[in-house]
């Protein structure tokens, strides 16, 4: 399994752009790059993952690094709900669901 | 429509007891998975099941089994528990096995004495 790196913590304005990197350099070339949140008390929530190309969804953009071994994840403007762990996870789609979560980056949005 | 549902959401159990925990997958889908999540510490792997057959299992011992019933839902059993069981038990559920989002539950709650 690919291993990730993340910045353990980071914190943004509210209601500003949040750029949360992930450094994945031995991802293979048919992982795709999910990313998944955790609000206090509750279980993972989806946001986005991607292959190749930029993502877009109503929560998020993924930008992904040209070479593949890194990725961004971009929450256009932050709001108070967006404070949580933030998991960067490459996943082999070779059958299994197991995700490997690593320790994440734990967002706080200031008010 | 409802989202996975976990029951029960706290459990207090004693060392070397057993536990079940159910989980209802999300209304058809037909993947389940099983996630341990101790205090300061991303989700662990632990079980996927995908048409009532196991998929993948994680680094646990064999105290920790499951299945996975005609319905899709689930049941995660452990077995002579442990001090260090104490966890939020996560379960997830996707339309099918592979590369697909995942939808998690708010987790089980558990605590050894």
């Known amino acids: 399994d690919a291993k990730t790196t993340q910045p353990n913590s980071m914190e943004s304005n509210e209601e500003e752009p949040v750029h949360l990197p992930c450094n994945h350099s031995?991802?293979?070339?048919?992982?795709?790059i999910h990313w998944y949140r955790q609000l206090p008390s509750q279980g993972p929530e989806y946001v986005i993952h991607g292959l190749t190309s930029n993502v877009n969804n109503r929560m998020a953009s993924l930008a992904i690094a040209e070479d593949r071994k890194s990725s961004t994840l971009i929450l256009h403007r932050a709001t108070l709900r967006d404070a949580a762990v933030y998991y960067c996870i490459p996943n082999t789609p070779a059958g299994a669901n197991n995700l490997f979560f690593g320790t994440g980056t734990r967002l706080t949005v200031i008010p | 429509d409802a989202g996975v549902t976990q029951s029960p959401t706290h459990l207090i159990k004693t060392r070397g007891q057993h536990v079940t925990l159910r989980c209802s997958p999300i209304s058809g889908h037909k993947s389940v998975s099983w996630y341990q999540q101790v205090l300061g510490q991303g989700p662990q792997f632990i079980f996927q099941y995908y048409e009532k057959e196991e998929r993948g299992r994680g680094n646990f011992p064999d105290r920790f089994s499951a299945r996975q019933f005609p319905n899709y839902s689930s049941e995660l059993n452990v077995n002579a528990l442990l001090l260090g069981d104490s966890a939020l038990y996560l379960c997830a559920s996707s339309l099918v096995t592979g590369n697909q989002p995942q939808h998690f539950g708010d987790g089980t709650r558990l605590s050894i004495l």
């Open positions: 031995t991802i293979s070339g048919t992982d795709y």
